[in-house]
């Protein structure tokens, strides 16, 4: 079992839509979580970061985090073209590195 | 803020040469420097975790004798590779952590392509 999961994709969402990115991670005693944004050819962009059970807003991005289930949500409203890219997940190790996903890899269709 | 710069961008060098990386938090004292890899289409790979003033922590594979990794200032770290071989072409990518026990995030420079012919 991966320490951090994420579903390759690509995930297809109409413009306008709410796109869901999802991702599980093992660990129980994990304790921050974020979520990365990389465009083809591109190092990746931190978009949220999330360390309390719940949801935390920023603009048209909303993380959620369920530690009692491990997985950790990316939702972005209004999805936009621009937003197409590969979104990683990553989980914090007690060594201050971070433990990747795979990535997901999302298409917003005009 | 949290802005990180890397240079070069690009770099093509010949098999067996040595090439330099400068990674730079512009704005914010970098505690902690992480050096990564990554070959088209496929995750990131960590290599190596330095901290300022210390030897640099490799991850298992890494040769650490051809990767070179200085960490001289809270601002600076460089990645060597030494001798390098085609199959060491690919994108490097340097990212910082703040100071801080509390301070988890890490802010990445935009990579270097490098392609060794």
């Known amino acids: 079992q991966k320490e951090v999961e994420q579903n390759s994709g690509p995930l297809s969402v109409p413009e306008g839509a709410i796109a869901s990115l999802n991702c599980t991670y093992s660990d129980r005693v994990s304790q921050s979580f974020f979520w990365y944004r990389q465009y083809s050819g591109k190092s990746p962009e931190l978009i949220m970061s999330?360390?309390s059970n719940g949801d935390k807003e920023d603009g048209r991005f909303t993380a959620q985090l369920n530690k009692a289930s491990q997985y950790v949500s990316l939702l972005i409203r209004d999805s936009q073209p621009s937003d197409s890219a590969t979104y990683l997940c990553?989980?914090?190790?007690?060594?201050?590195?971070?433990?990747w996903g795979a990535g997901t890899k999302l298409i917003i269709k005009p | 803020g949290a802005v990180v710069s890397q240079h070069p961008s690009r770099v093509i060098c010949k098999s067996g040469t040595s090439v330099k990386i400068e990674c730079r938090s512009l704005?914010?004292?970098?505690?902690?420097m992480f050096w990564y890899r990554q070959f088209p289409k496929k995750s990131l790979m960590l290599m190596a975790t330095s901290n300022e003033g210390s030897k640099a922590t490799y991850e298992q594979g890494v040769e650490k004798d051809k990767f070179l990794i200085n960490h001289a200032s809270l601002t600076l770290s460089t990645l060597t590779v030494t001798s390098a071989h085609p199959e060491d072409s690919s994108f490097y990518i340097c990212?910082?952590?703040?100071?801080?026990?509390?301070?988890?995030?890490?802010?990445f420079g935009p990579g270097t392509r490098l392609t060794v012919t």
């Open positions: 990212s910082a952590r703040a100071g801080g026990p509390i301070s988890y995030e890490q802010y």
């Open positions: 990553a989980v914090k190790r007690s060594n201050y590195q971070l433990i």
């Open positions: 999330i360390y």
């Open positions: 704005d914010f004292q970098a505690t902690t």
